[in-house]
């Protein structure tokens, strides 16, 4: 009822703007109006006892240009209508000039509220640079000592304020950046802020290098980190820091440094995966981060699949969902876990949840790297590859992700010019497929799985999205490992170290590190007979239905002939 509402105050908002000829306003300019329409309305309040001097002088500006229209939004609609409308960031549509893209939803804001436990002695500082903040959430509740928010854009900061005074807050609005700035304050919870397109200053950058010189300069890639190692320098001893950041920086090798730091220093509380498309405009995957000192251990949540529907792409939280989330917040459960920070260091500083959320073990189990050596085939570009290309079959073939089809290599990979493979060629010749390796995709989903089994007399290089494995087959019969793998229990275990969801990738380090079953090889080879005995049989079966299809489509062509139907032509 409530959303329904508010779109409808919007509607009629859109409707009066178009009606007085308002339609071209910035952002600015739409939240002073709507400001000023509200005190018009209030008669306990007026423009000349605004005691902000930067708002007083803005707001006379603003009733001075826009008076007439001002008085009439003052009569079309309540003081409540005017309130929400202010507080709303679902106005966009409605402006010229737009302030800059909002990410979160209220949704995602409220989790990160509900996860601050916020107190009646906490000192709070909302560090929501370039990203508007919802701090009405934290006003509303009046349990806290102080809130400091901050804000180095003029115009974003008189929208705070107008906020503000609309909430009968306290809270200080304060323009500054105070990332770029180096003052003795302290403070039990901080929003750390949430930026995804933009880059640190240089003046961020020299303060991190003088905090932290332990840690070598990865942040310029990684702002999300980047801001919160600047967040913690104003984090008091028992506080709590919370961050929104990319996915990505949980797992990515770029920011292990980093990640390594806030491990072994025991910075890291909780660590919770959200779903994709929950952020505004955008498909980018995002993780919450809960940021505290002197942990021992790190709570893990997968909330991938925790949401609400709100159309076909986007998606929300609403309360029952956040109440399931922190719900999972410090029990074993198959979506969280309470990792100790030394298995954190034995998975090499990896972040993300899904990596600690499904134990598989076996009674006798093997490292995949003890029993195999593992290649990673030729990085080619389309570009190189078209010079390469030969529009006659020749000895030399090239294996691409495409070619791996239902469990088998397909007889489509390309030929390569003879001429430039054997003198100026970037393929790695030492890397080539030979018969009884396994091949793993490195990239995309579904993971692809095949075996090399005829390749006759021909050369056969590999495209870098592929993994080669070769194992002693003395020691593991690559059919079987092709059967666990395929298996629901090894596609768990290839799930655990595919990162990323746009498009999963697997490290070769990973893969060398995956815990196999060991099973007597006897037994393996079996298995493995009984597979490929049953693979016999499918594609006998697959000719004669290749066949079939041949024949259909040859009687029906006989009957359908000129002869049969007639035909003049």
Same mark, same amino acid.
């Given at each position: 009822?409530?959303?329904?509402?508010?779109?409808?105050?919007?509607?009629?908002?859109?409707?009066?703007?178009?009606?007085?000829?308002? /339609?071209?306003?910035?952002?600015?300019?739409?939240?002073?109006?709507?400001?000023?329409?509200?005190?018009?309305?209030?008669?306990?309040?007026?423009?000349?006892?605004?005691?902000?001097?930067?708002?007083?002088?803005?707001?006379?500006?603003?009733?001075?240009?826009?008076?007439?229209?001002?008085?009439?939004?003052?009569?079309?609609?309540?003081?409540?209508?005017?309130?929400?409308?202010?507080?709303?960031?679902?106005?966009?549509?409605? =402006?010229?000039?737009?302030?800059?893209?909002?990410?979160?939803?209220?949704?995602?804001?409220?989790?990160?509220?509900? &996860?601050?436990?916020?107190?009646?002695?906490?000192?709070?500082?909302?560090?929501?640079?370039?990203?508007?903040?919802?701090?009405?959430?934290?006003?509303?509740?009046?349990?806290?000592?102080?809130?400091?928010?901050?804000?180095?854009?003029?115009?974003?900061?008189?929208?705070?304020?107008?906020?503000?005074? =609309?909430?009968?807050?306290?809270?200080?609005?304060?323009?500054?950046?105070?990332?770029?700035?180096?003052?003795?304050?302290?403070?039990?919870?901080?929003?750390?802020?949430?930026?995804?397109?933009?880059?640190?200053?240089?003046?961020?950058?020299?303060?991190?290098?003088?905090?932290?010189? *332990?840690?070598?300069?990865?942040?310029?890639?990684?702002?999300? @980190?980047?801001?919160?190692?600047?967040?913690?320098?104003?984090?008091?001893?028992?506080?709590?820091?919370?961050?929104?950041?990319?996915?990505?920086?949980?797992?990515?090798?770029?920011?292990?440094?980093?990640?390594?730091?806030?491990?072994?220093?025991?910075?890291?509380?909780?660590?919770?995966?959200?779903?994709?498309?929950?952020?505004?405009?955008?498909?980018?995957?995002?993780?919450?981060?809960?940021?505290?000192?002197?942990?021992?251990?790190?709570?893990?949540?997968?909330?991938?699949?925790?949401?609400?529907?709100?159309?076909?792409?986007?998606?929300?939280?609403?309360?029952? /969902?956040?109440?399931?989330?922190?719900?999972?917040?410090?029990?074993?459960?198959?979506?969280?876990?309470? =990792?100790?920070?030394?298995?954190?260091?034995?998975?090499?500083?990896?972040?993300?949840?899904?990596?600690?959320?499904?134990?598989?073990?076996?009674?006798?189990?093997?490292?995949?790297?003890?029993?195999?050596?593992?290649?990673?085939?030729?990085?080619?570009?389309?570009?190189?590859?078209?010079?390469?290309?030969?529009? *006659?079959?020749?000895?030399?073939?090239? &294996?691409?992700?495409?070619?791996?089809?239902?469990?088998?290599?397909?007889?489509?990979?390309?030929?390569?010019?003879?001429?430039?493979?054997?003198?100026?060629?970037?393929?790695? *010749?030492?890397?080539?497929?030979?018969?009884?390796?396994?091949?793993?995709?490195?990239?995309?989903?579904?993971?692809?799985?095949?075996?090399?089994?005829?390749?006759?007399?021909?050369? @056969?290089?590999?495209?870098? /999205?592929?993994?080669?494995?070769?194992?002693?087959?003395?020691?593991?019969?690559?059919?079987?490992?092709?059967?666990?793998?395929?298996?629901?229990?090894? *596609?768990?275990?290839?799930?655990?170290?595919?990162?990323?969801?746009?498009?999963?990738?697997?490290?070769?380090?990973?893969? /060398?590190?995956?815990?196999?079953?060991? =099973?007597?090889?006897?037994?393996?080879?079996?298995?493995?007979?009984?597979?490929?005995?049953?693979?016999?049989?499918?594609?006998?079966?697959?000719?004669?239905?290749?066949?079939?299809?041949?024949?259909?489509?040859?009687?029906?062509?006989?009957?359908?002939?000129?002869?049969?139907?007639?035909?003049?032509?």
């Amino acid at each position: 009822m409530y959303n329904q509402r508010k779109k409808e105050v919007i509607s009629r908002l859109k409707d009066t703007l178009d009606r007085l000829s308002m /339609n071209k306003l910035s952002e600015l300019d739409l939240n002073s109006i709507l400001y000023v329409a509200y005190l018009e309305k209030m008669t306990n309040k007026s423009l000349d006892d605004l005691e902000d001097l930067d708002l007083k002088f803005h707001t006379k500006l603003i009733y001075s240009k826009y008076d007439n229209q001002i008085k009439e939004l003052s009569k079309l609609f309540s003081t409540d209508d005017l309130k929400e409308l202010l507080l709303s960031n679902d106005k966009e549509e409605l =402006v010229n000039e737009k302030l800059e893209l909002r990410f979160l939803n209220d949704g995602i804001y409220k989790l990160i509220i509900d &996860l601050l436990e916020i107190e009646k002695n906490d000192k709070i500082g909302d560090f929501q640079l370039n990203s508007f903040s919802n701090f009405e959430y934290i006003i509303e509740n009046k349990n806290y000592n102080l809130i400091d928010i901050y804000e180095s854009d003029m115009q974003k900061a008189l929208i705070y304020k107008m906020r503000n005074d =609309v909430l009968e807050g306290d809270a200080k609005i304060i323009e500054s950046n105070i990332l770029d700035e180096n003052i003795d304050k302290k403070y039990t919870k901080i929003l750390s802020p949430m930026r995804f397109q933009t880059q640190i200053s240089e003046k961020q950058k020299f303060i991190l290098s003088e905090k932290y010189p *332990q840690i070598e300069n990865r942040y310029n890639r990684s702002v999300g @980190w980047a801001d919160i190692l600047s967040s913690l320098l104003y984090l008091d001893e028992n506080g709590k820091l919370i961050s929104l950041t990319l996915s990505l920086a949980m797992y990515s090798s770029l920011e292990k440094n980093i990640r390594q730091y806030f491990v072994e220093n025991g910075l890291i509380e909780s660590v919770i995966s959200l779903p994709r498309n929950l952020l505004n405009g955008t498909g980018i995957e995002s993780t919450i981060l809960v940021i505290s000192k002197n942990n021992t251990s790190i709570n893990f949540v997968d909330a991938k699949d925790v949401y609400t529907s709100v159309n076909r792409v986007e998606k929300d939280l609403y309360q029952e /969902n956040r109440e399931d989330i922190l719900n999972l917040i410090g029990k074993k459960s198959n979506n969280s876990r309470v =990792v100790s920070v030394e298995e954190v260091k034995e998975k090499d500083y990896i972040l993300d949840p899904k990596r600690y959320l499904t134990e598989i073990s076996f009674k006798e189990e093997v490292l995949l790297g003890n029993i195999a050596m593992i290649s990673r085939g030729s990085n080619i570009t389309n570009k190189e590859m078209e010079r390469y290309k030969s529009d *006659q079959k020749t000895k030399y073939r090239f &294996l691409n992700l495409v070619d791996i089809q239902a469990g088998r290599i397909k007889d489509t990979a390309i030929s390569l010019k003879e001429s430039l493979v054997e003198s100026n060629s970037r393929l790695d *010749q030492k890397n080539k497929l030979e018969k009884g390796q396994l091949l793993l995709s490195r990239t995309g989903n579904p993971i692809r799985i095949a075996i090399v089994e005829d390749i006759e007399d021909e050369v @056969w290089f590999y495209s870098g /999205n592929i993994y080669s494995i070769s194992l002693d087959p003395n020691k593991y019969n690559p059919y079987y490992l092709k059967i666990f793998l395929e298996s629901e229990l090894g *596609q768990k275990v290839l799930d655990q170290i595919s990162l990323g969801s746009a498009i999963p990738n697997i490290s070769m380090k990973d893969l /060398n590190e995956i815990k196999l079953p060991y =099973v007597d090889i006897e037994k393996q080879n079996k298995i493995a007979d009984l597979y490929l005995n049953y693979e016999k049989k499918i594609r006998e079966k697959e000719k004669e239905l290749e066949s079939l299809k041949l024949n259909r489509q040859r009687d029906l062509a006989d009957i359908v002939s000129r002869e049969e139907i007639g035909l003049c032509n």
